[in-house]
């Protein structure tokens, strides 16, 4: 499509006359092209005059098929043929409608004047019996008027759909990308959320599972103590997996327990310190209330690293530092010494998805190994 003035606007190919389409188009014009030379047959018209109209008509028919391709030139053709017998008029007309609809604007009127000259000219040496040529011109002139005005209005309708498809086909692929934008997002989501759960539980499992595995000495009541915490644990990973499942599916009555907090922090403690982690907690927010979102986040920064430090240092201590007030920034510092073998294997990912989940709250997550100790930091925006 040709951008520009309302006459500017090019026609769709797919709009464009083609295969049966236009065998069953050229069958209507010969029809009418018929009926012109029946009709100047019943006039009078004989002998050399007549068989110059059904050779004008025909010609004419011959040429229509190649105006879809050859556009302008055959246009003109047709045009000059109509200057020569009245059986050339239909075909003239249609070609004049075929350019305004292809054509900017300033070439349709071209060839429509050349239509009006074309009658004109025919006028002069056919003159229509009881019709002044001034008269004669003026209704030419209103036809080929109307045949732009015609062909350039249905270009324009054409140009809107063709506009309005492509819309709709932007607007169908944008949708397709945010539908498979949002599937992303969810699985991450869904992933970080598995992860934070299950990886800590699934940590504490495994610290047991080593016990037993080590010391199978232990008396029958040790035994069954240390049974019966990886049976709790293994209840609570369940709980905890129900509750992501519900909050991912944005069901929160079927939440088995309300989403962890800042306030639930004690408790994961001391979940380390009886499986053996030596863990120091200098908490100077005190009893200070902090948001939802970054009460929460800033619980799952605890539980990472607490879960990092059981697989890479098992046995060694962990510092745990918060600060901060409303309105202010929450800190967050834990760090734990180098060594130990560690006994689970790691991804990685974890403190990926931990740096993301704290990114989407405003904040900011670093993690860095010095010669002696990893350290993990970060500041969430905490509101007033």
Same mark, same amino acid.
């Given at each position: 499509?040709?951008?520009?003035?309302?006459?500017?606007?090019?026609?769709? *190919?797919?709009?464009?006359?083609?295969?049966?389409?236009?065998?069953?188009?050229t069958?209507?014009?010969?029809?009418?092209?018929?009926?012109?030379?029946?009709?100047d047959?019943?006039?009078?018209?004989?002998?050399?005059?007549?068989?110059?109209?059904?050779?004008?008509?025909?010609?004419?028919?011959?040429?229509?098929?190649?105006?879809?391709?050859?556009?302008?030139?055959?246009?003109?053709a047709?045009?000059?043929?109509?200057?020569?017998?009245?059986?050339?008029?239909?075909?003239?007309?249609?070609?004049?409608?075929?350019v305004?609809?292809t054509?900017?604007?300033?070439?349709?009127?071209?060839?429509g004047?050349?239509?009006?000259?074309?009658?004109? *000219?025919?006028?002069?040496?056919?003159?229509i019996?009881?019709?002044?040529f001034?008269?004669?011109?003026?209704?030419?002139?209103?036809?080929?008027?109307?045949?732009?005005?015609?062909?350039?209005?249905?270009?324009?309708r054409?140009?809107?759909?063709?506009?309005?498809?492509?819309?709709?086909?932007?607007?169908?692929?944008?949708?397709?990308?945010?539908?498979?934008?949002?599937?992303?997002?969810?699985?991450?989501?869904?992933?970080?959320?598995?992860?934070?759960?299950?990886?800590?539980?699934?940590?504490?499992?495994?610290?047991?599972a080593?016990?037993?595995?080590?010391?199978?000495?232990?008396?029958?009541?040790?035994?069954?103590?240390?049974?019966?915490?990886i049976?709790?644990?293994?209840?609570?990973?369940?709980?905890?997996?129900?509750?992501?499942?519900?909050?991912?599916?944005?069901?929160?009555?079927?939440?088995?327990?309300?989403?962890?907090a800042l306030?639930?922090?004690?408790?994961?403690v001391?979940?380390?310190?009886a499986?053996?982690?030596?863990?120091?907690?200098?908490?100077?927010v005190?009893?200070?209330e902090?948001?939802g979102?970054?009460?929460?986040?800033?619980?799952?920064?605890?539980?990472?690293?607490?879960?990092?430090?059981?697989k890479?240092?098992?046995?060694?201590?962990?510092?745990?530092?918060?600060?901060?007030?409303?309105?202010?920034?929450?800190?967050?510092?834990?760090?734990?010494?180098?060594?130990?073998?560690?006994?689970?294997?790691g991804?990685?990912?974890?403190?990926?998805?931990?740096?993301?989940?704290?990114?989407?709250v405003?904040g900011?997550?670093?993690?860095?190994?010095?010669?002696?100790?990893?350290?993990?930091?970060?500041?969430?925006?905490?509101?007033?």
């Amino acid at each position: 499509m040709v951008g520009g003035s309302f006459g500017s606007y090019a026609r769709p *190919v797919s709009y464009e006359l083609c295969g049966k389409r236009l065998w069953v188009t050229t069958g209507v014009i010969a029809v009418f092209v018929a009926a012109v030379a029946v009709g100047d047959y019943s006039s009078g018209t004989r002998g050399v005059p007549f068989v110059v109209e059904v050779g004008v008509g025909l010609a004419g028919i011959a040429l229509f098929p190649l105006l879809i391709r050859q556009g302008l030139p055959v246009a003109l053709a047709l045009v000059a043929l109509s200057t020569v017998a009245g059986t050339g008029t239909p075909l003239a007309n249609i070609a004049v409608i075929h350019v305004a609809r292809t054509r900017q604007l300033p070439v349709a009127v071209a060839v429509g004047v050349a239509g009006i000259a074309a009658h004109a *000219v025919r006028w002069l040496w056919h003159p229509i019996n009881g019709l002044t040529f001034g008269w004669y011109v003026v209704l030419v002139v209103a036809l080929h008027a109307g045949l732009v005005g015609w062909g350039a209005l249905a270009a324009a309708r054409a140009a809107v759909i063709n506009s309005l498809r492509e819309r709709a086909e932007r607007a169908e692929a944008e949708q397709g990308r945010r539908v498979a934008e949002a599937r992303a997002a969810e699985r991450a989501t869904i992933a970080r959320e598995m992860h934070d759960v299950l990886a800590h539980r699934l940590s504490l499992l495994a610290t047991y599972a080593g016990a037993l595995e080590f010391r199978p000495d232990q008396s029958p009541e040790r035994l069954s103590q240390a049974a019966g915490v990886i049976r709790s644990t293994v209840h609570q990973a369940l709980n905890e997996l129900r509750d992501v499942i519900a909050l991912l599916r944005d069901e929160p009555d079927d939440l088995a327990r309300p989403v962890p907090a800042l306030s639930d922090l004690p408790s994961l403690v001391a979940e380390s310190r009886a499986i053996g982690t030596p863990v120091e907690l200098t908490d100077a927010v005190g009893e200070a209330e902090v948001p939802g979102t970054t009460g929460r986040t800033a619980y799952r920064v605890v539980q990472e690293a607490l879960t990092n430090a059981r697989k890479h240092a098992p046995g060694q201590p962990v510092r745990i530092a918060l600060d901060g007030e409303p309105g202010t920034t929450l800190t967050i510092a834990v760090s734990n010494p180098l060594g130990g073998t560690s006994v689970i294997p790691g991804s990685g990912t974890g403190l990926v998805g931990l740096t993301e989940r704290v990114r989407l709250v405003g904040g900011q997550l670093d993690h860095r190994v010095t010669a002696t100790e990893f350290l993990v930091s970060a500041s969430l925006p905490w509101p007033a």
